[in-house]
């Protein structure tokens, strides 16, 4: 009955269960989450791969802005910072966004950093 806006309105934590589903099951990782103490930024997950902490953002969408990600990135200097979206896959020089379909694959690319 209500069509779209249903999911309009729960689809980040939508998505964000699913790479929380994926990332135990396929890659057995323990993800953690990570807020900052005295503002408003926080990264969906921080998980540890090969001895290297590393973030990772959940964008239900195409829309790539991701302030807290790069706050975490600046503040800690991890090796890379991760985002998974809906978008292509895409390496920049401090960020690799994965697309949802392939976050299950996060461990391999982490390894080769």
């Known amino acids: 009955m209500l ?10 934590a939508l998505t964000e269960q699913f790479v929380l589903q994926q990332l135990i099951s396929h890659t057995g990782i323990k993800p953690f989450y990570w807020s900052a103490d005295r503002s408003s930024a926080e990264v969906d997950f921080v998980m540890q791969i090969n001895g290297m902490v590393l973030p990772l953002e959940v964008k239900a969408s195409e829309s790539l802005q991701s302030k807290s990600l790069r706050s975490y990135y600046k503040r800690y200097a991890p ?12 390496e920049e020089e401090w960020l690799i966004n994965l ?6 694959s996060i ?4 390894r080769r950093l």
């Open 3 to 12: 069509g779209n806006k249903l999911f309009e309105e729960f689809k980040g």
């Open 79 to 90: 090796k890379k910072a991760f985002r998974t979206s809906l978008s292509g896959y895409r």
């Open 99 to 104: 697309p949802l379909y392939a976050v299950h």
């Open 107 to 110: 461990a391999e690319v982490a």
